[in-house]
């Protein structure tokens, strides 16, 4: 009688494995239970797991399903740059003056062209005016002139909907600084009624300090609220609600409304840190053919940018990289000099634009070999809910970067890592140094992808996508991080 149970109980094991469309060994039987947790009861979930080694499907769930992939999409447009640009690349800001600087280093004008760097924090633009004190700079007397039209003017993508102040929701320009957000530190008072202290970092004039929030009792209720405002040639940040009297510091991130405007101010605080008289306005414009050229400023290897991109999910970056394909894409394909045929008058070039970027990504997807049957490209970060990825997607992704002697150790480098860095800092803790992969998260939508490795040392490139789940996000992802669990066992 045991023996029929048992033969039963196998039975059904096998069909269970069987209906996710996979053959029936241990790993299948495990990944398949996983995927029933109550977490995840009534989502749309498309799973795919392939051994890096022999290319063999390893697990199978709706393999073709095309999801919305929340920032998954990163691992698209971080392959996708990787291959235009290089490892190495460095974006470039080009500076320019009015006329020659005078003997005491004076010079009128100073025009800042911006080339689309996406990682220039205020670290970077320290080290830019560094360098034009190091080339003898000592005085602006007329201002700055900064010059975004690298990029067209839309600064929020139309699929975004309403435009918050997160940090995340930054605006993307070719002029830019610190992703366009900030960071604002709260400080209670010690007893109720006493003033709430509070600073921004960067500490720059053209973010505006207004606060209005007052310290309460201990056990009373408690919120802070945080917003910003455009004034005449600033941005008020408005700090109100109320913080719990003798608690600790809290720290708010915030993006700004005008990228561009805020790079200026960022620079003109390093200008004058390095010794650098700037007077005069800030003007924002296109530098015309009259200004001279005073140096370039060469960024971060785009392998960092990279690398800041995954690991903490950095939604401006990819966004800049975007557009940066786009103006790369059309630059590229401009007849050569010396093709024999008369060249068009010269015109400028057409600004980077997401419409362009995310047409040049895909070609440069195509062309690497990546399976896009089915997929939907809107940004690059993965913010829009109009994006559409498949499992099969995302892993042939995967495979062709670990298989690519070009990039594939700066992409696999920029994975977050299971229970130590990144987005994974704080999740996956069973699976820690056995799994790196890509997060994702939106409202109803969760999504991780990436590589796992098990104790006999079998390598595995996977894609879990969930759309649509009923409980908490917290709960999502947990049952989440439990599928990817069974993969390192």
């Known amino acids: 009688m045991l023996r029929v149970w048992g033969g039963l109980i196998a039975c059904l094991l096998l069909v269970a494995a069987e209906s996710f469309g996979a053959s029936p060994d241990d790993l299948k039987l495990r990944l398949a239970t996983a995927l029933s947790a109550r977490a995840l009861e009534g989502a749309r979930i498309s799973v795919l797991v392939v051994n890096l080694d022999n290319g063999v499907v390893r697990f199978s769930h709706h393999r073709e399903q095309a999801l919305i992939p929340a920032s998954n999409m990163k691992i698209l447009t971080a392959l996708a740059a990787l291959s235009t640009f290089g490892p190495t690349h460095r974006f470039e800001t080009e500076l320019f003056s009015d006329a020659a600087p005078q003997a005491d280093g004076t010079i009128g004008v100073l025009g800042v062209r911006g080339g689309g760097d996406p990682a220039l924090t205020s670290e970077q633009w320290w080290r830019l005016a560094a360098d034009l004190r190091w080339r003898g700079i000592r005085r602006i007397e007329h201002g700055l002139l900064l010059d975004a039209t690298r990029f067209d003017s839309e600064r929020w993508h139309r699929a975004w909907g309403v435009v918050s102040s997160r940090a995340y929701n930054a605006p993307i320009a070719a002029l830019n600084a610190n992703y366009g957000a900030y960071g604002v530190s709260v400080l209670a008072g010690r007893r109720a009624g006493e003033p709430v202290e509070a600073s921004i970092d960067p500490p720059v004039r053209y973010l505006r300090l207004v606060e209005r929030a007052t310290t309460v009792a201990p056990r009373a209720k408690a919120g802070l609220v945080l917003d910003r405002r455009a004034v005449e040639g600033a941005e008020e940040v408005v ?156 892993v042939s992704a995967l495979r062709i970067a670990e298989r690519s002697f070009r990039f594939g150790a700066e992409f696999q480098a920029a994975l977050p890592i299971a229970a130590a860095d990144g987005t994974l800092k704080r999740r996956a803790g069973a699976s820690a140094a056995q799994l790196r992969a890509k997060t994702g998260l939106l409202t109803r939508v969760t999504s991780l992808s990436g590589y796992a490795s098990n104790t006999r040392g079998e390598r595995f490139a996977f894609s879990i996508l969930v759309n649509g789940f009923r409980k908490d996000a917290g709960s999502a992802m947990d049952a989440v991080d439990a599928i990817a669990h069974e993969l390192t066992r």
């Open 239 to 394: 700090v109100s609600g109320q913080v719990r009297a003798a608690s600790d510091p809290e720290i708010l991130y915030r993006s700004v409304l005008d990228p561009v405007r805020y790079a200026g101010s960022v620079l003109r605080m390093q200008l004058e840190a390095n010794g650098i008289e700037v007077a005069g306005p800030t003007r924002v414009a296109a530098i015309g053919s009259a200004m001279q050229p005073l140096m370039t400023f060469e960024g971060q290897p785009l392998s960092l940018a990279v690398r800041l991109f995954l690991k903490y999910s950095n939604n401006a970056i990819g966004e800049t990289l975007v557009k940066e394909m786009g103006v790369h894409s059309v630059a590229s394909e401009e007849p050569s000099g010396d093709s024999g045929a008369t060249p068009p008058a010269a015109s400028a070039p057409a600004p980077g634009s997401w419409s362009a970027g995310v047409a040049a990504m895909r070609r440069e997807l195509e062309a690497l070999g990546v399976d896009l049957t089915g997929v939907v490209i809107s940004d690059g970060s993965g913010l829009s809910y109009e994006n559409r990825v498949t499992p099969v997607c995302l």
